[in-house]
């Protein structure tokens, strides 16, 4: 089992930067692939970006490549979100997921992800 914790969401001017984090509790965290998903008001909640569980590899969203970085830090069982450049469309619920099965790459499809934070806020004013 697997479970977590987001943080590090608020309200930010156009421009500015915010890091997420998302703290995981389980003993099986460095196996599992994990991702940040995001649900704009009356949006579906979509993909944004994923790291694999050695965080050798990252994946991003054509709409936050270059802006976002997601990293991991697997000695405190936490992922990141640095989120720079932002702008008003990024406002939404940040969500952080934990694919269900170890061992396999992040994907961009919600159901395959079996554990889910309960989400931080992040709005981005113009």
């Known amino acids: 089992q697997v479970q977590l914790v987001e943080s590090g969401g608020g309200l930010v001017q156009a421009g500015g930067s915010l890091r997420l984090s998302c703290a995981a509790s389980?003993?099986?965290?460095?196996?599992?692939?994990m991702a940040w998903f995001r649900q704009g008001p009356g949006k579906e909640r979509e993909f944004v970006s994923g790291?694999?569980?050695?965080?050798?590899?990252?994946y991003y969203a054509d709409s936050v490549k270059e802006r976002f970085t997601i990293s991991r830090d697997n000695a405190k069982n936490t992922v990141y979100l640095q989120m720079n450049s932002l702008k008003p469309e990024d406002t939404a619920v940040y969500y952080c997921?934990?694919?269900?099965?170890?061992?396999?790459?992040?994907?961009?499809?919600?159901?395959?992800?079996?554990?889910w934070g309960q989400g931080t806020q992040v709005t981005v004013s113009s």
């Open positions: 997921a934990a694919m269900s099965s170890p061992l396999k790459r992040p994907t961009t499809t919600r159901q395959e992800y079996g554990y």
């Open positions: 389980g003993r099986a965290f460095s196996s599992f692939a």
């Open positions: 790291i694999t569980w050695g965080g050798g590899s990252t």
